[in-house]
């Protein structure tokens, strides 16, 4: 039997996209595979590992659990839309300066939701607490990463920064 398709579009990183796809295609597969963007990474396929993470119309999702035609409309953003120029954005430049990645594989998901975390202006303990407990890393510890996100925060407005968990 042949497989629905249906066409989307969908504003990536500023830019309209229109793909036709089956309609089972998975967000992240049409991310990774149909546009060509594997900076989203895919770890579990099952809503647990955060490593899928993108924005959709601003609000984090792993799109592993999202089927690409229900972003039909929407603007997603994702780890390539950081540093369109290649220049590194500040939260990128953090955990480079902290050694916040070893192999990378959790890195962009984590890049995307504290960017929303940004946005919705939570403190710096909740970044580092809840908003980084929906992340897997198996290499890091987590030390660097949240040393980067202390430094982050820091270089935030005043209040967002005050709260710096050790
Ligand atoms: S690949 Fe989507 S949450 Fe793990
Ligand atoms: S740096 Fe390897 S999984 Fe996080």
């Known amino acids: 039997m042949k497989a629905e398709t249906r066409e989307v579009t969908i504003s990536v990183n500023g830019r309209e996209m229109t793909r036709r796809t089956e309609v089972r295609t998975l967000l992240s597969d049409f991310l990774r595979h149909e546009l060509g963007l594997t900076g989203t990474h895919v770890g579990c396929e099952h809503g ?73 202006g939570v403190s710096c303990a909740e970044a580092c607490g809840d908003v980084l407990g929906g992340h897997v890393c198996r290499c890091t510890g987590y030390q660097g990463i949240r040393a980067a996100v202390r430094r982050r925060w820091a270089a935030l407005p005043a209040a967002r920064g005050e709260e710096t968990p050790a």
């Not at 999702?61 to 120029?85: N, W």
């Not at 902290?98 to 504290?114: A, D, K, N, R, Y």
């Open 48 to 120: 647990v590992c955060g490593a899928c993470t993108v924005l959709v119309d601003g609000v984090p999702m792993r799109s592993c659990l999202a089927l690409a035609v229900q972003a039909d409309g929407a603007a997603v953003e994702t780890v390539e839309g950081l540093a369109p120029e290649g220049e590194l954005s500040q939260m990128q430049q953090a955990m480079r300066d902290e050694h916040g990645l070893q192999c990378g594989f959790c890195t962009p998901g984590i890049l995307m939701s504290m960017l929303a975390a940004e946005r919705a």
